[in-house]
């Protein structure tokens, strides 16, 4: 199995960035296709973006297309979320997920989560 820790989160203003890392440790992390989700107060949580094994495919959700950027590094067992051009509607908790199958924006399709990291967007 693999073991999973987010960062980089944390409060920033309407307009600005932050990267979120996903750290891995265990089973070979390309073994592993790997999802952001993200749970605002009340909401279910919902799929942000994924990224195959290997890197080569990728999906976003489509309120999240145009700024956010997600990309891994194999050597380093991350995968990255690079958000910019924030909104208040941003604020969430993001959690990244690790599944054994392919890409994919369904929850059930992960098996590992991490405790993820809160991202505060103030206007």
């Known amino acids: 199995q693999v073991q999973l820790v987010e960062s980089g989160g944390g409060s920033v203003q309407a307009g600005g960035s932050l990267r979120l890392s996903c750290a891995a440790s265990?089973?070979?992390?390309?073994?592993?296709?790997v999802g952001w989700f993200r749970q605002a107060p009340g909401k279910d949580r919902e799929f942000v973006a994924a990224?195959?094994?290997?890197?080569?495919?990728?999906k976003l959700a489509d309120s999240v297309k145009g700024r956010f950027t997600i990309s891994r590094d194999n050597t380093k067992n991350t995968v990255f979320l690079q958000i910019n051009s924030l909104k208040p509607e941003d604020t969430a908790v993001y959690y990244c997920?690790?599944?054994?199958?392919?890409?994919?924006?369904?929850?059930?399709?992960?098996?590992?989560w991490g405790q993820g990291t809160q991202v505060t967007v103030s206007s």
């Open positions: 265990g089973r070979t992390f390309s073994d592993y296709a």
């Open positions: 997920a690790a599944s054994m199958y392919s890409i994919s924006f369904e929850r059930s399709r992960y098996d590992y």
């Open positions: 990224v195959s094994r290997f890197g080569a495919s990728k």
